[in-house]
């Protein structure tokens, strides 16, 4: 079902309130959301989303706000949205986004991240928005460079039955790992990814076109209550093709942990685990040489060192990476300076002679008397069913355990204890022009908070390259000028990200549909940690010279020392909107947990040796074994679990 004339309508009054004509020059100030032609680009919006679940939903919001009763429920007026004035409107939105009822203000994020989304991105067939020039913001740089592809995937273009001696689902930091080494154990490995092949040449470097094409779901889905966006790859080489190349090692208080949470025996502080760590950090080239700082990492590297506060270079998976050519990595690495596992493992894979199959949407586990015995997927409208010697799950913790829900297989722990790292910021505005979506993707951070409990529990500060849909999804909004002021002053703005390593955790479920569902919330311990975030954040801020700091909230707070009034007072306005789901804004870069390793079959997954308890020849390979948080960007991790278990498997078989 398509969405009718009166819900571009009922849309076309909340975008004109959200981003009304207001006083300044150019387009991007004078002129009406549906003067910019937002309401019209609706229905192809719609037409992206990822799944008919979420068209549902969007189609029912539209339909509540075009109801009395819909009113009531959502700013306590029995009027239709499109029947209030425009004060009346504005009041409405406030309303919701602070509302004491989850699903309302979850309504407001998802009307105000859409109506963002269509005004920072160019029109469909177009390359450039009308309100860049405004934001100082410059695109694309430039057009993709003509580079071949180095894979050829295996085209599937009937219904198949394959063997091979192990079938690889996932190709990221798990998966790509998993098949360099098995293929070049001589091994018959095929590898099954669900997203599709891009390398250099289709790196558009347009936010939307590199969401829509190498993101999970577009990056457009979240947890089920909207309170935590979640990005993870969904392309061949997954998460490592848009990260931004931070490669910590598993810290060893970590790795201790571990191997208690799973009570085993010296498996990841095990010899054999230090020398995946150290193959892997050869194999992706790990170095610090190539973080000359940008603009947005010398504001927070200058806040932390004038407090005296821990801020050291970032260690990253990168040859000859040029702070000319950086800042668009999350939209993949035209110059082939990001060593992920497309440009590595996968590569040796290739060369070894592995299948490689994009576009591998797997359904099941198959198997005899207990025993895995391959998978079945859809391919371009056609059934595959590889039968294989070993089964190796690297689909990421946020879909691995749903292809063994389906299955029916792994027991009662899987999808429990999900962790996804809760990522917020606080935003500084600054006199100078900052240009924070350039330079070098992360060149410092700090562990000084990271150790809150005497436990190792805290939180990261980090920064990244900020593009115009970052600020649509974190900043607030109060009222039109603002909200404008707010987005056409990117150039101004500089975040410092809070990278929280959470004690709490989620679960994944799978609906009627088979599709995945994620579900979270901060803990009270978490949500204290992140209060103190909040803080130490601003502080640095402060410190680097920010005129004002801005919070990411659904109702913006904000201050300006200049003006008066107090960090406390700044922080105490903060906690009045809250930090709760769609109260705080957060983000999921890293998804960990839901399938973890462990020595007892009732609250974990698989067993030291990467095995699923209870089904032979079933593996897992990928952050879902994570016992606990790993607290650090997680890709080393990752691979390193992965290569390990691989290698062992490759000697098993």
């Given amino acids: 079902m398509g969405l009718s004339d009166r819900a571009i309508s009922t849309f076309a009054a909340v975008a004109d309130t959200l981003l009304p004509a207001t006083a300044g020059e150019g387009a991007a100030w004078s002129k009406s959301a549906t003067e910019l032609g937002l309401p019209a680009r609706l229905r192809h919006i719609y037409d992206l989303l990822p799944s008919d679940r979420a068209r549902r939903e969007a189609r029912q919001l539209l339909a509540l706000l075009d109801s009395a009763a819909g009113g009531l429920m959502l700013y306590r007026k029995p009027r239709k949205f499109r029947s209030l004035s425009p004060l009346q409107r504005a009041d409405a939105l406030r309303s919701m986004s602070t509302s004491p009822l989850g699903p309302a203000r979850q309504a407001f994020k998802a009307l105000k991240l859409l109506v963002g989304y269509l005004y920072t991105t160019p029109p469909e067939g177009s390359s450039v928005s009308p309100v860049w020039e405004a934001m100082g913001y410059p695109g694309p740089d430039g057009p993709p460079p003509d580079v071949p592809k180095p894979i050829t995937p295996t085209h599937v273009t009937s219904d198949e039955q394959w063997t091979a001696d192990v079938v690889i689902v996932g190709s990221g930091a798990g998966g ?91 498996v990841f502080t095990g010899e054999d685990f230090e020398r995946s760590s150290l193959a892997v950090h050869e194999r992706l080239g790990v170095n610090t040489d190539n973080n000359s700082p940008s603009r947005r990492e010398e504001l927070m590297d200058k806040g932390l060192r004038e407090l005296g506060w821990h801020v050291e270079s970032m260690p990253r998976n990168v040859a000859g990476c040029s702070p000319a050519d950086c800042g668009y990595c999350t939209m993949g690495c035209r110059t082939g300076s990001k060593q992920s596992t497309l440009a590595t493992y996968l590569e040796d894979a290739h060369r070894a002679g592995a299948r490689i199959v994009v576009g591998a949407d797997v359904d099941k586990v198959t198997t005899e008397n207990g025993t895995a015995t391959g998978v079945t997927a859809g391919v371009n409208g056609h059934r595959l069913e590889v039968r294989a010697r070993a089964v190796v799950l690297a689909a990421g913790a946020l879909n691995t355990p749903a292809i063994l829900l389906r299955s029916k297989l792994g027991g009662a722990a899987v999808g429990r204890n999900l962790r996804l790292h809760p990522v917020t910021a606080v935003w500084g505005r600054f006199a100078e022009p900052v240009e924070p979506w350039t330079g070098i993707m992360q060149a410092v951070y700090s562990d000084q908070f990271t150790d809150l409990d005497g436990q190792g529990f805290g939180f990261k500060f980090e920064t990244a390259p900020v593009h115009p849909l970052f600020p649509v999804l974190f900043i607030g909004w109060e009222d039109g000028a603002s909200f404008k002021r707010d987005l056409l002053g990117l150039n101004y703005m500089s975040p410092i990200g809070i990278v929280l390593r959470d004690r709490g955790s989620g679960r994944v479920k799978i609906g009627r549909d088979g599709r995945p569902t994620w579900h979270y919330r901060l803990s009270k311990v978490d949500t204290d940690h992140m209060r103190e975030g909040v803080r130490r954040a601003s502080e640095a801020l402060l410190a680097a010279g920010a005129v004002e700091v801005l919070s990411s909230t659904s109702r913006p707070v904000r201050w300006s020392p200049a003006l008066g009034g107090s960090l406390d007072g700044f922080l105490s306005d903060i906690a009045s909107v809250g930090y709760a789901n769609n109260r705080m804004t957060y983000l999921s870069f890293h998804q960990m947990g839901s399938a973890r390793m462990g020595s007892r079959p009732e609250n974990s997954v698989v067993d030291q040796e990467n095995q699923v308890h209870g089904t032979p020849g079933l593996y897992v390979m990928d952050a879902s074994t994570f016992p606990l948080a790993s607290g650090v960007n997680p890709m080393i991790s990752i691979e390193t679990i992965a290569h390990r278990g691989a290698s062992a498997l490759a000697a098993r078989l």
Avoid: C
């Avoid at 018959?188 to 558009?204: I, P, Q, S």
């Avoid at 998460?239 to 970590?254: D, K, L, M, R």
């Fill in 176 to 266: 790509g790992v998993a098949a360099g080494v098995l293929a070049a154990a001589g091994l018959d490995v095929v590898v099954l990814e669900k997203g599709g092949y891009h390398n250099e040449a289709d790196f558009t470097h347009i936010e939307s076109e590199a969401y829509r094409d190498m993101y999970l779901d577009k990056g457009l889905h979240g947890t089920v209550d909207s309170g935590f966006s979640i990005l993870a790859g969904s392309t061949l080489g997954g998460g490592t093709v848009i990260n931004y190349t931070t490669s910590f090692a598993t810290p060893e208080q970590v790795r201790s942990q571990w191997d208690t949470e799973a009570r085993f025996r010296e």
